[in-house]
């Protein structure tokens, strides 16, 4: 089964809706994706920590079937305090006031914002697979470059990336996620069907290249404000 016993829902925030599922029973959970995932990447560890918490898995701003703000010069939109804005109305709405924190990949830098700005709010957190940006960014070398370089394209000037992808938008999803020829369909089929119908949609290929904008950007002058501010 997909999700047994999970509730699928929209939920609104301010200027769009988040869409997420949602089940269990405890201290609320929260489950943030990674790039170019949706919440469906939490499929197999949802229902099984259900048994234990009230899951909450959102499709992060830009990704899956949630809101998507156009591209702008500033990148605000994308940043990962609004994205963490949107999350924190999230668990507000459903009543969840104090929650435990798990971030992955592209989650897990908003998982980072979340925890800095809404201090009251996350019990516990733990981020999957990073380091904050601000600190990959200062320690950035030809390694990390060649290795991430997806970070450096995905951030140029709009529309040139999200033009490329958009030729051929389900062929990068499978180089980008797996780079491994079939790789990518031994993904749980209702997982894949999402990661693909979302893929298609050419606003989520701009929330993706808008968030790594911001991450060469904006977000790096919040980051540099919380660590001058000692938080």
């Not at 029973?25 to 949802?46: D, E, I, K, R, Y």
């Not at 320690?139 to 709009?158: C, D, P, S, T, V």
């Not at 040139?160 to 749980?188: S, V």
Request: net charge negative; charged share 20%; proline share 7%.
């Amino acid at each position: 089964m997909f999700f047994e016993g999970f509730t699928l829902a929209d939920i609104p925030v301010p200027g769009g809706q988040i869409r997420l599922r949602h089940g269990g029973s405890g201290p609320p959970l929260l489950l943030l994706h990674g790039n170019p995932q949706t919440h469906a990447m939490w499929h197999l560890v949802a229902p099984t920590l259900a048994q234990r918490f009230t899951v909450v898995c959102p499709d992060l701003r830009g990704y899956g079937f949630s809101h998507k703000p156009p591209a702008t010069e500033d990148h605000l939109a994308y940043s990962k305090r609004e994205m963490a804005r949107d999350i924190a109305a999230v668990m507000a709405h459903l009543g969840h006031h104090r929650f435990l924190l798990v971030g992955h990949d592209r989650g897990a830098r908003v998982s980072h914002r979340l925890a800095l700005d809404y201090p009251d709010q996350v019990e516990k957190l733990a981020v999957l697979d990073i380091i904050p940006t601000l600190e990959h960014f200062e320690r950035a070398n030809m390694e990390f470059a060649l290795g991430y370089y997806h970070w450096f394209w995905l951030a140029q000037k709009h529309p040139w990336p999200e033009w490329l992808i958009n030729k051929a938008p389900e062929d990068w999803w499978r180089q980008h996620t797996t780079r491994n020829p079939g790789a990518a369909d031994l993904f749980h089929p209702d997982a894949l069907a999402d990661y693909l119908a979302a893929i298609r949609v050419p606003e989520t290929v701009v929330g993706i290249c808008e968030d790594y904008r911001a991450a060469a950007g904006i977000d790096l002058v919040h980051d540099r404000d919380s660590r001058a501010a000692g938080i």
